[in-house]
């Protein structure tokens, strides 16, 4: 069965600093992973979705990287803003009809 | 454009009793996915429909609970006789397509509270 671990599972940076978050899952057999911002009492935000295929994918200040073989992958922020201040769950897509595996996610505070 | 909504966004319901809830995709995604998030065992997916079937429904705890669509739009989750355990907020997302390949856009839940 698939696990997917997200360490540390909090986080707090001043504002400006790059924010470096990472996942891990045990089978390498995955399709895709998807990375989400939630905000509390809210629902799920897609930020980036990364094919099997790729090994990263960048939106603005976001960049993801993906390595199947280590079964590893990182979310990087640049520049963090308070805004930034959420929980970020990464989440991987585990069959062919896109059923998500979500780790336990990371609660991250940007202090200005 | 709008996105995925849900209704109701909170239900405070009693032990024993049965609850509807509604998931309004994205207009013109065709697959709908459920997920339930709780506090001990966080975001755990239940059901995921293609069209108007459900081809993977592996994630629904217990024969209570069940979902259907129709017209490939709206969705409701059942839940016959609550139990306390099933107090979490449930999530429906949408994707554009069927598979892998498609992101999934979240609604905003359902917080359901059973005393």
């Known amino acids: 069965k698939q696990e997917v671990t997200q360490i540390p599972a909090a986080l707090s940076v001043p504002e400006g600093e790059n924010l470096v978050l990472n996942c891990s899952f045990t089978?390498?057999?995955?399709?895709?992973l998807q990375w989400f911002r939630q905000d509390p009492g809210k629902g799920l935000t897609s930020l980036l979705l990364?094919?099997?295929?790729?090994r990263e994918q960048t939106s603005g200040r976001l960049n993801a990287s993906l390595d199947k073989s280590s079964g590893r992958s990182t979310l990087y922020i640049a520049a963090s803003q308070p805004g930034d201040s959420a929980t970020y769950l990464c989440a991987a897509i585990t069959d062919s009809w896109g059923k998500l595996q979500f780790g336990a996610g990371t609660q991250v505070v940007v202090t200005p | 454009g709008a996105g995925v909504s849900q209704s109701p966004s909170n239900k405070v319901t009693e032990k024993g009793k049965d609850v509807e809830l509604r998931c309004d995709p994205i207009?013109?995604?065709?697959?709908l996915y459920w997920y339930r998030q709780s506090l001990g065992q966080g975001l755990e997916f239940l059901i995921y429909f293609q069209g108007n079937s459900a081809p993977d429904k592996s994630g629904l705890p217990s024969d209570r609970f069940s979902a259907e669509r129709t017209g490939g739009s709206v969705s409701t989750l059942t839940i016959q006789r609550t139990q306390q355990e099933d107090s979490a907020v449930y999530l429906c997302?949408?994707?554009?397509?069927?598979?892998?390949?498609?992101?999934?856009?979240f609604g905003p839940g359902t917080r359901l509270t059973v005393t």
């Open positions: 089978d390498s057999a995955i399709y895709n």
């Open positions: 997302a949408s994707s554009p397509g069927q598979g892998s390949s498609y992101e999934q856009y």
């Open positions: 990364i094919q099997s295929s790729q």
């Open positions: 207009s013109g995604h065709t697959a």
